[in-house]
């Protein structure tokens, strides 16, 4: 009898101490991570710390009319067009390659950005979030001397990028993104191989759907800001199911990292400026485990 009043003092004690856990909750801290900081992986035409999920595919159609400045002559630019057709598919839940094509100097390019930090709040405090940008673009236009002795190399050419944003309200995001460009051959001697550029781009909600979204990449290497100009965009994102639809203003007519980052010519005082639309669709690969 002895053994048994023991065994169900035990059990009480344990019942009560259970109710006490409940009353009073779990107390160990949890990490709760940010999300969609921007809608899409880009703001406008530049990269945003967003990835397609791990087994996601987004087929990204990018378009660009002509300049407004044409006229009514060519319809203020609807008459003309410049096309990217791209492939972004998430390996893992950090880790996103691309491929795509681009009718502006009939550019191939590939890239692979790499999730290093995300903004999170509770057991794990971190302010910001921080992806990695790598791409490699090749150039398959005709030599334009194919009299002189050419290099496959010669059309290569590279973008690395930092990309550091931060979330500040379900409302507001905000991205800064330095910049390097190398390419392999430049016009002439006195152009720079290597080109530095800083980005800055933010996103403000207007309803749970629509987001208003800006984008300026400022040029740091004198000699190439000499000779072009900084990119600056303008637009919405829209999002309707499995598509989000980017609509947008800018002075850039290419849409990949090396030419709208360091061959930008348009001018918005002078009315050099693009008409352009994304749209995105994605479609599921393979599901993640739960």
Sequence with gaps: MGILALILLLLS?????????DLFGDDEPTTEFAFATFKTTRIVN????????FGELKFVISHHFGSINNGPYNLWGLDQSTIRLGLEYGLTERLAIAVGRSSFEKTFDGFAKYKLLRQSSGAMNMPISVSLFSGIYLNSLEWRY?????YFSSRLSYVHQVLIA???????????????????LVEKIADPNDIFAIGYGGRVRLTNRITFNAEYYQLLTSETAKKFNNMLSLGFDIETGGHVFQLHFTNAQPMF????IT????????GDIFFGFNIVRVFTIRKPKL
């Design 166 to 184: 931060r979330k500040f309200s379900n409302t507001l995001s905000f991205q800064i993104t330095p910049t390097f460009v190398h390419k392999n």
């Design 257 to 260: 990292e090396r030419a709208f």
């Design 146 to 150: 194919p009299e002189r002795e050419n």
């Design 263 to 270: 061959e930008t010519r348009g001018e918005w005082l002078n």
């Design 13 to 21: 004690t344990v019942a009560q101490s259970q109710d006490l856990f």
């Design 46 to 53: 530049g990269q945003s710390v967003e990835n397609p999920p």
